[in-house]
């Protein structure tokens, strides 16, 4: 069922960025184990489930990233980037009872562990503390950029909801949804760095530019994986956004190039729900005839593009080769 991705020949890693911000993130970590802390049990149980499950914690990497690409030499960095692993954390313990999701980053889902009910208010504790740490910090700008943020996200995740099993879906459309449900996060991950750094407006600007990009980059990889991955990437089951009804590019790719008949397929599956493995076959092969899914990965390049001509107003080091890796390494999860 799986199909083979266009890719490069080299083999890009998170390896520099990991070596760059490896002090910080060892305290990040330590604060992220503190903040879930509470006296009721349940709280820490679903929490750390997700938070120790693997996950590449690669937006306060960039949080911290950037702060070193900015010269930052304070302490707030830590707490804003433990707070943009918790504003992540909170959408996927919420995105997961929306979508009603088995899988997370290779096991269980905590829904499918503790419940609806108690993932979406671990979820809201976690936002809780994430905004904690963020007046602690003591900048409202970051603030500023981080709470709205926040709505953002929320309001990209109620238009993918208004957007679910909708084949008329544009890909502008799809777009707007997945800057404000997946790149906005990215954004603001990277730009309080800045901020902290008090560095110019353009170079501010210049960090949001990358981290959005990089975001836009990075979510449309893994629609195409989706389709053409491996669970073990995903940490969830292939083919679980066909499963869910869920527009992604490479379906309004298909959808825009098919015929009558294909057309017909998709509406069939995607808005009426008839979507086995049969089906997800049938859909993986259209996806391969019209090249949705090299398409989609060819768009995903696009973005990553102008994510790293961002980082051109920096001169050149190691803050800045490991932010332009980080791009090249989310790109080449497609293979």
């Known amino acids: 069922m799986a199909v083979v991705l266009p890719f490069e020949t080299n083999e890009p890693s998170l390896d ?24 009721v049990a349940m709280i820490p149980e ?57 899988m997370r980053r290779g096991k269980l889902a905590a829904r499918k562990l503790w419940g609806n009910e108690a993932s979406v208010l671990v979820g809201d504790f976690l936002l809780g503390q994430a905004f904690k740490m963020m007046v602690e910090v003591g900048s409202l700008t970051c603030l500023d950029i981080l709470s709205t943020a926040a709505c953002v996200i929320a309001e990209g995740e109620v238009m993918q909801l208004s957007a679910a099993k909708n084949t008329e879906t ?53 629609d195409a994986l989706d389709y053409g991955g491996s669970q073990a990437k995903l940490g969830k089951n292939v083919g679980d956004d066909f499963r869910e009804g869920k527009i992604t590019l490479p379906v309004v790719l298909a959808f ?6 294909e057309r017909a397929f998709w509406k ?12 997800l076959s049938h859909a993986v092969g259209l996806l391969t005839k019209h090249r949705a899914l090299s398409d989609t990965i060819e768009r995903a390049r696009h973005y990553g593009a102008i994510a790293k001509d961002a980082l051109a107003l920096f001169p050149a080091g190691g803050a800045k080769d490991a932010l332009s890796e980080a791009v090249d390494f989310c790109i080449s999860r497609a293979h």
């Open 16 to 39: 520099a960025l990991l070596r760059l911000v490896k002090p910080d993130m060892d305290r990040v970590n330590a604060t992220i184990l503190a903040r879930t802390g509470s006296d």
């Open 46 to 102: 679903v929490a750390n489930h997700l938070i120790s499950g693997g996950g590449k914690r690669l937006r306060p990497m960039l949080t911290l990233a950037c702060a070193a690409l900015s010269d930052y030499r304070g302490e707030g960095h830590v707490k804003l980037a433990a707070a943009v692993e918790f504003m992540h954390t909170a959408t996927l313990l919420h995105d997961d009872v929306v979508d009603e999701s088995d």
């Open 170 to 222: 544009s890909e502008d459309d799809y777009l707007a949804v997945i800057r404000g449900k997946t790149a906005e996060l990215f954004a603001a991950a990277c730009e309080v760095g800045a901020v902290l750094g008090q560095r110019p407006k353009v170079e501010q600007g210049a960090c949001r530019s990358y981290g959005m990009n990089l975001g836009i980059a990075f979510q449309l990889v893994d």
């Open 256 to 261: 825009r190039r098919g015929d009558a008949e």
């Open 268 to 279: 069939r599956c995607l808005e009426g729900g008839a979507s086995d493995d049969a089906a």
